[in-house]
């Protein structure tokens, strides 16, 4: 099973910029489907953007134009970059992933994101 290591959270203010990193253990060519989630206190946890094996890209509306997913499957990695923030997107950003054959989630730990207003 993937391990996954995010990377990049931190303290930014309202339309700054982040730039997420998730690390996984083994080859994301082979992996199905990765995506960032993310849960903010009191609410449920949501898909914010995802990226297929073939390319294909899916965001939440809400995040839109702001951020975008990419991976770099030399490197073993998916970005977040998320521009434009707003204190709304504050929330505790989680990488995971599809394996090929598989149908759930496999969670990294999470990395914290606040946006000051």
């Known amino acids: 099973q993937v391990q996954l290591v995010e990377s990049g959270g931190g303290l930014v203010q309202a339309g700054g910029s982040l730039r997420l990193s998730c690390g996984a253990s083994k080859s994301i060519s082979n992996i199905n489907v990765m995506g960032w989630h993310r849960q903010a206190p009191g609410k449920q946890r949501e898909l914010v953007a995802r990226i297929n094996t073939d390319g294909s890209l899916k965001y939440v509306e809400s995040v839109r134009g702001r951020f975008t997913i990419s991976r770099d499957n030399a490197k073993n990695t998916v970005y977040l970059q998320m521009n434009s923030l707003k204190p709304e997107d504050t929330a505790v950003y989680y990488c995971?992933?599809?394996?090929?054959?598989?149908?759930?989630?496999?969670w990294g730990q999470g990395t914290q994101v606040t946006v000051s207003s």
């Open positions: 995971a992933a599809v394996e090929i054959g598989a149908s759930f989630w496999v």
